[in-house]
């Protein structure tokens, strides 16, 4: 990926992510360096990049990072396009983070996954921050084709607190 094609999609990050779930840009490029980091993009008729999804592909589950969409052309079906995509590829579990439904726009997420086939799992998850000096931030787990038990999900939280977010 050049590094125009990496800007326009830390932009869409940027314009979609809250600060404490989105890493600084030279943090965010080096994960293309990472054998198990996987960028999917889609592009308009002039090659611009207006949709991208972020994942991990480890040995036994697979974890959907970012997935975002222009904001410009929200709706359209580009997300549901690129999960479908990421979720054909594997017969592996898929699991992802999304904030707790708090209010409209966290309803309106989960509701998105639901639809696909995700399950909201009922139990406490944090992230680390991706971001120095941030604090840990309260998310919930969903996953794809079935839900977990915390105790299910437990390996798979301890590979993701090391491989995606770096701790030892």
């Not at 993009?41 to 040995?59: P, R, Y």
Request: proline share 4%; hydrophobic share 40%; glycine share 6%.
């Amino acid at each position: 990926m050049n590094e125009l094609e990496f800007s326009q999609v830390y932009a869409i990050m940027e314009a979609s992510f809250p600060e404490t779930e989105c890493r600084i840009f030279a943090s965010q490029k080096a994960l293309l360096t990472h054998s198990c980091y996987r960028l999917i993009t889609e592009k308009d008729e002039q090659g611009h990049t207006i949709a991208f999804l972020a994942g991990w592909e480890f040995t036994h589950f697979r974890f959907v990072e970012h997935i975002a969409v222009d904001q410009a052309i929200r709706g359209g079906g580009l997300g549901k396009k690129l999960m479908s995509r990421f979720i054909s590829q594997s017969d592996k579990l898929v699991v992802l983070e999304v904030e707790p439904p708090e209010d409209e726009w966290t309803r309106r997420r989960i509701g998105f996954y639901e639809r696909l086939g995700f399950h909201l799992n009922d139990f406490e998850y944090v992230q680390p921050p991706l971001r120095e000096g941030q604090a840990d931030l309260r998310l919930q787990i969903m996953s794809y084709p079935y839900a977990l038990t915390e105790q299910d999900f437990a390996p798979f939280r301890q590979i993701l607190y090391t491989e995606v977010y770096g701790l030892k």
